[in-house]
């Protein structure tokens, strides 16, 4: 690595050398370097061919692009090695294809500004990568170049925003379904373009300055802004897609936004013409366009009213405000849907947050009388009305909760359209089929929307809106739930299941004893699987909790026996063992250890195998936020349980993946009792005993708490046996440091506490100081030689600063 770095430092000096002689060496190096990036395998070679590549680009900067756009259309066609023999993607999948063509996108930087055009293509083409990193890497490459920075505009390039204006000029020469394929990308790019803000970032080896500043008018920023707006314009009606025209509209909505005040008058009159530009724009939409984009349209609107820099901007703004008002359709959307709607007269709402009272419970009132006001006479309207406003979308269906209750309370009055809309329209009203049904069950027609569910039942469909629909139901709708569960186990749907099993939880928690029983019957098919996914439907519910409480101890030891197919113990699974904790914490240390076992098991079979996972099994996390307090009732069983999971086969992980680790997450810093449990261990001088505490200290680190645990040790061992190497890796770990000379600095301060152990009146721990500070001192002398030289690479590498140039 080292030798790659001073290669490359030496050719960026060539670089900037003027003579025929360094002009042929540095040619007959491109030409090396292209050689290799074209017919190359060996990945560090490569890698370092790519690195060089951005090195000599100042000199070669006119084929840098159209070198490294050949290299990665090519680079995935070859068998890369590494040592002459082909990598095995399974066991070395960090050295790849997609990370050389990453590379090659950072290599593409110095040429950024030279190239810029080119450059777009070149990011545009790997953005549609079917390998999501560098997709991912090619997007963010794509919006740096876009994005204004602060010492390119003003800086000793001083190029303004002439970048941009390539960028913008570029994406206005694609193709409508170019511009529509890469919606993401542009839209993206052109919200950049249009911030009222910009940053730079300057680097030395020991600091970075961020420095941030206004847009102005001048350099090229307004005519950058008038194309952009433009370009969006454009774009807007080339899709019918409502997600793609709300992120137009938010990207138009960069326009409007100014910083306020603004630097001077040009820059005021800038902002103020973009945000009548874009209001005159969406203005015309209103009359015409779908609900939830009008809905967007009103609530951009208030906002930039309400943020409003002129007085031109406000009344624009308004103007919007009053066509909406018109717009009877709307009125009703919004009481139904408005996630985003604005309620209230807008003077009042900007002067006054106490206008901002209207609340969800007013909407209900509006909904119920809607549903009280449908008559033979004006059923079709509402049926299209519903129809249409259940187009709807969004990624969190709790933003729907009066339309849900609209439905419901509809599934109740009028339950002939509800079951139409129920079976007619499947696929429009699919998101909130669970409110239709809610209101059915309980309505005049439960007996038919029973038959529509046993259809759908027995065709396996429909399972997870009817388990969810039986929220609010009884005791009856019991054996239509465990059907679901039933199909779900047919089918081997395990989310039907589990959304099941988190009813059947609710209605327990409501009094009806008999869902425990249909818990238990998901709880067995999921078992069969080997599938622990309902800990997570049912965790945050306090109804599990009660559930719990109502089981006897097989069901309890049922419930553990399905989580031991967890990989790993997240947050949920968690609150899941402390609740049967709270009422069996043996089975649940039982529990724990055999999943210790089985770490050391997996371990072991992977040590042999040479098998790599990428999901390895984890017994217990770092962290535990409940469990851990009540295990902490119970230490001495705890401490027990780990001593006598403790052996030679165990020892070497024990700190760091075994039982230690459980012991650290119940008593994160070392406190009582623990200490005392330990010491009670070491005081019988077992070597077995002495070797467990001793790994318990090494997870703990090399802090105080565990320094008197250290201490006892020491007095009960041999001097220089094994065990003092043991002792000292303890003692020497310092946790996280902070600085060039972080490391050496910890390190002097555990020098202090041997200092003080050095006059121990007890001989082997004054021989143990001794011996520990002499190698302290031998590792902070190497340590301060590894901060120097890192500090002289970072100086090589961003530069020492004006103060020490």
Not at 465 to 486: C, P, W
Not at 512 to 529: C, N, P, S, T, Y
Not at 558 to 584: F, G
Request: charge should be negative.
């Amino acid at each position: 690595m080292k030798d790659i770095e001073l290669r490359l430092a030496a050719l960026a000096k060539l670089v900037t050398a003027r003579s025929e002689s360094v002009e042929q060496r540095l040619g007959e190096e491109m030409t090396r370097v292209e050689q290799v990036l074209l017919t190359g395998t060996d990945y560090d070679e490569l890698v370092n061919a790519l690195k060089t590549v951005a090195v000599l680009a100042p000199k070669f900067h006119a084929a840098v692009l159209p070198l490294l756009t050949r290299f990665v259309e090519s680079v995935s066609l070859r068998t890369l090695t590494m040592n002459g023999e082909p990598i095995q993607v399974s066991r070395l999948r960090y050295r790849s294809a997609g990370h050389l063509i990453r590379e090659a996108i950072e290599a593409t930087n110095p040429v950024r500004y030279l190239h810029t055009v080119a450059l777009v293509d070149f990011l545009l083409a790997l953005s549609h990568s079917s390998d999501a990193e560098v997709a991912g890497k090619a997007r963010r490459a794509f919006e740096s170049l876009v994005e204004f920075d602060l010492n390119v505009f003003y800086g000793e390039r001083g190029l303004g925003a002439q970048p941009q204006i390539d960028i913008v000029a570029r994406l206005a020469q694609l193709a409508d379904d170019k511009l529509v394929a890469n919606a993401d990308l542009v839209l993206s790019g052109l919200r950049r373009v249009l911030a009222a803000s910009m940053e730079g970032h300057a680097w030395t080896y020991k600091a970075v300055t961020i420095s941030r500043g206004s847009v102005t008018s001048d350099w090229g920023v307004a005519p950058l802004r008038a194309d952009a707006i433009a370009l969006l314009k454009r774009m807007y009606p080339l899709s019918e897609s409502i997600k793609y025209r709300k992120n137009v509209l938010s990207t138009l909505d960069e326009a409007m936004r100014g910083e306020r005040p603004a630097v001077d008058e040009p820059t005021a009159a800038m902002f103020e013409r973009d945000a009548l530009e874009v209001l005159a724009f969406v203005e015309v939409l209103v009359a015409n366009e779908a609900l939830p984009l009008v809905q967007s349209i009103e609530h951009q609107a208030y906002w930039n009213y309400y943020h409003a820099a002129t007085p031109n901007i406000a009344a624009a703004a308004l103007k919007i405000r009053d066509v909406l008002e018109r717009h009877a359709e709307y009125q009703i959307y919004k009481q139904l849907i408005g996630f985003e709607g604005i309620f209230g007269r807008w003077e009042d709402l900007r002067q006054s947050e106490a206008a901002w009272e209207y609340t969800n419970e007013k909407r209900r009132e509006f909904a119920r009388q809607f549903v009280t006001e449908i008559n033979d006479a004006n059923e079709s309207r509402w049926r299209t009305r519903i129809l249409k406003f259940s187009e709807t979308r969004s990624d969190d269906l709790a933003t729907f909760p009066v339309y849900y209750e609209f439905l419901e309370f509809l599934g109740q009055c009028r339950p002939r359209l509800a079951l139409e809309l129920l079976t007619a329209h499947e696929e429009t009203m699919g998101p909130f089929q669970i409110a239709l049904m809610a209101g059915l069950w309980v309505g005049p027609q439960s007996e038919e929307v029973a038959t529509i569910v046993d259809r759908w039942i027995a065709a396996g469909t429909h399972l997870i809106a009817v388990a969810k629909s039986l929220i609010k139901g009884d005791a009856r709708q019991l054996g239509t739930l465990s059907a679901v569960i039933g199909k779900g186990s047919e089918l081997d749907n395990h989310d039907v299941i589990v959304h099941a099993m988190g009813t059947a939880a609710h209605l327990h928690g409501k009094g009806i004893v008999a869902a425990k029983d249909v818990f238990m019957h998901g709880l067995h098919e999921l078992a069969k699987r080997r599938n622990a996914d309902w800990a997570r439907a049912v965790w945050f519910n306090r109804d599990f909790k009660t559930l719990i409480a109502s089981m006897d101890a097989d069901e309890r030891a049922e419930v553990l026996r399905s989580l031991a197919s967890l990989k790993k113990l997240d947050y949920q699974s968690e609150e899941v063992l402390a609740a049967v904790c709270a009422h069996d914490s043996t089975s649940v240390l039982e529990f724990l250890m055999s999943r210790l076992k089985d770490e050391a098991a997996e371990r072991s079979l992977r040590r042999e195998t040479g098998v790599r996972e990428e999901d390895i099994f984890e017994a217990v996390p770092d962290h535990l936020h409940q469990l851990n307090k009540l295990l902490a009732k119970e230490p001495q069983a705890l401490v027990n349980a780990l001593r006598n999971g403790f052996d030679e086969e165990t020892l070497s992980m024990f700190p760091y993946r075994g039982g230690a680790r459980l012991l650290k997450a119940v008593f994160p810093n070392f406190a009582e009792p623990l200490p005392a449990l330990l010491q009670e261990l070491i005081a019988g001088a077992d070597p077995t005993n002495i070797d467990f505490a001793l790994s318990v200290l090494r997870t703990f680190g090399g802090g105080a708490p565990i320094l008197e645990t250290a201490k006892s040790i020491i007095k009960i061992v041999p001097e220089q046996s094994s065990t003092w190497s043991e002792l000292a890796a303890a003692l020497e770990t310092t946790g996280v440091v902070m600085g060039e000379y972080g490391m050496a600095e910890a390190l002097e301060r555990k020098r202090q506490d041997m200092l003080i152990w050095s006059t121990d009146e007890d001989s082997r721990v004054r021989a143990f100081a001794v011996w520990l500070i002499e190698g302290l001192d031998q590792f902070i002398v190497r340590e301060r030689q590894r901060a120097n030289e890192g500090i002289e690479l970072r100086k090589y590498r961003y530069g020492a600063g004006k103060e020490e140039t």
